[in-house]
């Protein structure tokens, strides 16, 4: 039994799928097939039922794989030990960044992190809130900023700062003059948001829950739902007239378009907001690296966000 088998069986497990797992593996897939059918004959036990497009783990292999996670998870906690006697601070550090958090607050992080620690260079990743989370247990990230609530992890959680929801119109939009909205003017508009997967349209629905049912009748929630790929996406459907959006704060820079083709609305008080949060594995050593890149978060100066005072983490 070797760490590379286990890698591949936890790659397989979570991929369901022999040739997306090799890739995701860096390897061919025979190469990926065979490592794992002599992992198979070594133990003696059936790790995956391999039939039809989707490969489906049996009940040991799923207990089989959930220990090798555990192993590979102790594994990179073995070589983070051993840099503990070097400069916390050197050396690359791997950072995952949810999609709707990246563009707004990456180029003024990196800015800082280069003016302040240029010898950790950040090694970048943006995907969803639960591949992130995958990605910090086998190991490949070592911390990951994202957005409250998240599903169970058994991690340590920092908080860095709450950002309050805009509304985003067309200029031509009667409410433009507005000063604020509530969320039950919304369920009357055609409203855009993110596809599925992305933490945020959770947020946005549970501050707007018609969105989930809209209807036809403009009498009985949400007229139409459109989905975009992405905030910018949606901010330039919106700008087309297509209909209204719920964005973060930060990712408006200006509460007054510069382009002169959108016009944002705060909402009407106590506004629905989100929680940003850096999380990274508890056996992670390099505690002054995440350290460094709170402070760095803290000078970001993002607009219209409000900062968490440093507290111990969770």
Known sequence: ??????????????????GHAAEACFVAQPTLSVAIKKLEDELGVT???RGGSEVSVTPLGAQIVAQAERVLEQTAAIK??????????SGPLRL???????????????????????????????NFTVKLLDLLRQGELDAAIMALPLPEHGMS?????????VVAMPTAHPW???????????KSETMLLLGTGHCFRDQVLEVCPEMARFSSNPNNGMQRAFEGSSLETIRHMVASGIGLTV?????VPSMKDPNGLLTFVPFKEPAPSRRVVIVWRKSFTRKAAIDAVVNAVADCGLPGVEMVKLQAAA
């Open 1 to 18: 039994m070797t760490l590379t088998e286990l890698k591949y069986i936890v790659a397989v497990a979570r991929a369901k799928h022999f």
């Open 96 to 126: 995952g960044v949810i999609y709707t958090v990246g563009p707004y607050l990456l180029p003024p992080l990196v800015k800082n992190l280069i003016d302040n620690v240029p010898q950790m260079p950040l090694v970048l990743q943006e």
């Open 247 to 251: 964005l973060p704060r930060a990712s």
């Open 80 to 89: 983070e030990l051993a840099k503990q006697n070097k400069d916390p601070l």
């Open 47 to 49: 790790l995956f039922e």
């Open 157 to 165: 959680v920092q908080a860095l700062y709450d950002e309050p929801f």
């Open 176 to 186: 433009a003059g507005r000063d604020e909205i509530s969320a039950e003017d919304l």
